[in-house]
Structures are given as C-alpha cells and as structure tokens.
C-alpha cells in the first residue's frame, strides 16, 4: 500500500485530537470530581446513578416524615402527660370533698376548681399541630369539644360521623363503611417503603368520657343539689376497691390514660429504630452513589500527566513528519 505525505499528515492530526479530546476528558473529571458529565458518556453509570439518587430522594422524604411524626407523638404524649397530672389533682380534691366535714362553702370551692380543670381539659383535648386537631380522629380540620352543649351540659364531640349512602350525620352506631372523618379514626404517615405508623391518639371516647366524669363530680359538688350528695356518693368516683365505684370513674380513666402514654411510648420507640435504620440506609446508598460516580482524583491525575507526556512525543515526531517534504529536496 503507498503511503503519503498527505496521510501521514491526516494520521497525525487525527491522533494528536483523539490525545487533546483524552487530556479534556480527564480534566473534566478532575474540575467536576465525577466519572462522567454527561449521560452519555457512561449509560451503565448513569442508569445507576439516577436509581441512587432516587432512593437518597425516598429517604429524604422518610426523614421529614419522621419529623412530622415526631411532632404528633410529642404532642400527644405531652397532652396526655398534662391530663394524667390533672387526674391526679382531680383524685385529692374528690378525697377532700368526700370528708364528711366539709362546709357548703368549702364544697363550692372544691367544685370551682373541679369545674376550671375541666375546661383545662377540654382544652388540651382541642390541642391542635399546624391547625390540625390531633385528638380528633381523621377529623382533624374539627375541633374535638365543639362549642354546643348536650341537655346534661357536656361538651359535644364535634368530629361526627358521616353516612356514605345518604351522607347525613351519624352520632352513634355507625359501621365501618360509613365512618368518613372519624372521632376515632387512624392517622397514619408513612416512613419507610409500604410501612405506615398510626401518629395520632384517637381522643373522642377518652376525653368524652374524661369531660363526662368531671361534669359528674362538679354535680355531686353543687351545693344547690338537693339533697346534697352524700360522702359516699362523691366516692364512688374514685373507683379503685370502692364498692359503689362505676365503670367511668377517675381510677379507671386514669389508667386508660396511662395505657395511651404506654402505647405512644411504643410508637415512640419505633420511630426511634427506624431513623436509625433511615440513617444507616442513608450512608449505605451516598457509599453507592460515590463508589459509582465519583472520580479516583490519584488515579485520574496519573493518567493525565500520562497522556501529557504522550501528548508531548506526538507533537514531537509530528513536527519531523511534516517537515519532510519532497520540497526539502528540490533545491
């Protein structure tokens, strides 16, 4: 095959810009610390790159949620904390009212501030994170104790129940499928892949039952009662090992409290596991991510002090190719 000056010329061009195109390459690497700058320079890495950017996305998002989380738990359980302290100051004002001794007066006054720590209560059941109620079920654009009494005076559950089929108000014996905006009702968020946890604490029974106690107490209290309740009635709603206590007493809805406080603790726990799990999910993937994209800097700077050097010897024999020319010779 002949070979001319003219090809030698087109070889050597072609192989000094294939050495410049190496040297550019590598110092893009080095300028951007990543293996590739553009999806085609390595499909393989970037199909995989985009999957673990994807993940980092999920756990990102899992950790907000984890905060939100948190937020609905702490609250909850400060609020039950809260109503567990009351209860315990409810019990000694009912042991005080229920000596036999006592004044109308001072039975009044026992009464007024039993009647204070219910409105306390029914506060703290309208206790509410970014205007949502978090006591009252799914319901939570409501507050759970609305505005209106019932004919005996206690506050009303203002989450209600709602109807499917003819979408009127249901106040008691709903069934599952007609339960929409629930007092009862479980919200729950999700923290992981598929894994959702119940972040609220259903109050519609609890401080429904909690309001209706106090209610009852303030009229064994009221010295305008007639007759006046008798030491044994007031009792009664201590509960405990009394013979006259009822299923609704302080001892009994004391004790729910405490098993609610028990059962956001549980929560609490797994919350905890799972961050941790979040986190260690977290590294492992920025681990991945790295060891896919991210450019070996020692390895990188050889190869390009490498290619300079070549470079360099290119340029060095090209000059002599191009130099001899039939010309040179023609004198």
Same mark, same amino acid.
């Given at each position: 095959?002949?070979?001319?000056?003219?090809?030698?010329?087109?070889?050597?061009?072609?192989?000094?810009?294939?050495?410049?195109?190496?040297?550019?390459?590598?110092?893009? @690497?080095?300028?951007?610390?990543?293996? +590739?700058?553009?999806?085609?320079?390595?499909?393989? +890495?970037?199909?995989?790159?985009?999957?673990?950017?994807?993940?980092?996305?999920?756990?990102?998002?899992?950790?907000?949620?984890?905060?939100?989380?948190?937020?609905?738990?702490?609250?909850?359980?400060?609020?039950?904390? @809260?109503?567990?302290?009351?209860? =315990?100051?409810?019990?000694?004002? *009912?042991?005080?009212?229920?000596?036999?001794?006592?004044? &109308?007066?001072?039975?009044?006054? +026992?009464?007024?501030?039993?009647?204070?720590?219910? =409105?306390?209560?029914?506060?703290?059941?309208?206790?509410?994170?970014a205007d949502r109620y978090i006591f009252s079920g799914t319901n939570t654009g409501k507050?759970?104790?609305?505005?209106?009494?019932?004919?005996?005076?206690?506050?009303?559950?203002?989450?209600?129940?709602?109807?499917?089929?003819?979408?009127?108000?249901?106040?008691?014996?709903?069934?599952?499928?007609?339960?929409?905006?629930?007092?009862?009702?479980? *919200?729950? +968020?999700?923290?992981?892949?598929?894994?959702?946890?119940? *972040?609220?604490?259903?109050?519609?029974?609890?401080?429904?039952?909690?309001?209706?106690?106090?209610?009852?107490?303030?009229?064994?209290?009221?010295?305008?009662?007639?007759?006046?309740?008798?030491?044994?009635? &007031?009792?009664?709603?201590?509960?405990?090992?009394?013979?006259?206590?009822?299923?609704?007493?302080?001892?009994?809805?004391?004790?729910?409290?405490?098993?609610?406080?028990?059962? &956001?603790?549980?929560?609490?726990?797994?919350?905890?596991?799972?961050?941790?799990?979040?986190?260690?999910?977290?590294?492992? #993937?920025?681990? @991945?991510?790295?060891?896919?994209?991210?450019?070996?800097?020692?390895?990188?700077?050889?190869?390009?002090?490498?290619?300079?050097?070549?470079?360099?010897?290119?340029?060095? #024999?090209?000059?002599?190719? &191009? @130099?001899?020319?039939?010309?040179?010779?023609?004198?």
């Amino acid at each position: 095959m002949r070979v001319t000056q003219s090809m030698l010329s087109n070889n050597m061009l072609l192989n000094l810009n294939r050495s410049y195109g190496k040297m550019s390459k590598l110092q893009d @690497q080095l300028n951007s610390g990543s293996k +590739i700058t553009r999806p085609s320079d390595d499909p393989v +890495i970037a199909v995989k790159g985009m999957g673990y950017r994807r993940d980092l996305g999920r756990v990102e998002q899992y950790t907000r949620n984890m905060n939100e989380v948190n937020n609905w738990l702490d609250a909850s359980d400060e609020s039950l904390n @809260q109503v567990g302290e009351q209860m =315990k100051r409810v019990r000694e004002l *009912v042991i005080q009212a229920a000596n036999g001794t006592n004044s &109308i007066d001072e039975r009044e006054k +026992i009464k007024t501030e039993i009647d204070q720590i219910r =409105k306390h209560l029914q506060e703290v059941g309208n206790t509410k994170i970014a205007d949502r109620y978090i006591f009252s079920g799914t319901n939570t654009g409501k507050a759970l104790f609305g505005p209106d009494t019932d004919a005996n005076g206690n506050k009303t559950i203002n989450a209600d129940y709602t109807n499917l089929v003819n979408n009127t108000v249901i106040t008691s014996g709903a069934t599952a499928d007609q339960k929409i905006n629930a007092p009862n009702g479980e *919200v729950k +968020i999700e923290i992981y892949d598929e894994l959702q946890i119940q *972040v609220n604490t259903p109050g519609a029974d609890l401080f429904g039952n909690l309001d209706a106690l106090m209610g009852k107490i303030s009229d064994l209290l009221d010295p305008k009662r007639s007759p006046l309740a008798t030491s044994e009635e &007031i009792s009664s709603a201590l509960g405990g090992f009394s013979s006259t206590s009822t299923s609704d007493d302080i001892t009994t809805l004391h004790n729910k409290v405490l098993e609610a406080q028990a059962d &956001i603790g549980a929560r609490q726990n797994r919350v905890e596991m799972m961050e941790n799990r979040l986190s260690i999910r977290e590294i492992s #993937v920025t681990k @991945q991510l790295s060891n896919n994209e991210d450019v070996d800097y020692s390895k990188a700077i050889t190869e390009l002090v490498t290619s300079e050097s070549i470079h360099q010897a290119a340029l060095s #024999v090209g000059a002599k190719i &191009i @130099q001899q020319t039939l010309v040179d010779f023609i004198r």
